[in-house]
């Protein structure tokens, strides 16, 4: 199955999150990149400081993700988000299922 390209992405869902809300300007930086990362990549990111200090363009990682690491799951050296793991598992769906109900057009002879 080819890779989700889109997503339906709830906007409102950022700007009623009390949490989303008291983040500042570089934890929102952080948290949005990381976000769009697991959208682009799967819905999986290998937890590696280094390299989400590169991802994220962020020299304090570490003091920023303490403060954002709740809205993460972490295993197995990974992070995911639940929201994100839900939204791609519906868009495969959406995408599995219009691929199902799909005919190859047919060129018809006149």
């Known amino acids: 199955m080819k890779q989700v390209k889109y997503v339906q992405f709830d906007v409102a869902a950022f ?3 009390g949490d989303f809300l008291l983040m500042t300007d570089a934890q ?4 949005c990149s990381l976000i769009f990362y697991l959208y682009a990549n799967g819905g999986k990111c290998r937890f590696v400081i280094k390299n989400l200090k590169h991802l994220c363009k962020s020299k304090n990682i570490e003091k920023i993700w303490e403060k954002i690491k709740n809205k993460f799951i972490k295993k197995d050296g ?3 988000h ?3 793991t ?3 598992r519906a868009a495969k769906n959406r995408l599995s ?3 199902s109900i ?3 057009w047919q060129k018809t002879k006149i």
Request: with cysteine; glycine share 4%.
């Open 28 to 31: 929102r930086g952080v948290y």
């Open 78 to 80: 990974c992070i995911k």
């Open 97 to 99: 299922n219009c691929r």
């Open 102 to 104: 799909n005919v190859p």
């Open 15 to 17: 700007l009623t999150d």
């Open 82 to 84: 639940k929201i994100v």
């Open 86 to 88: 839900e939204e791609l």
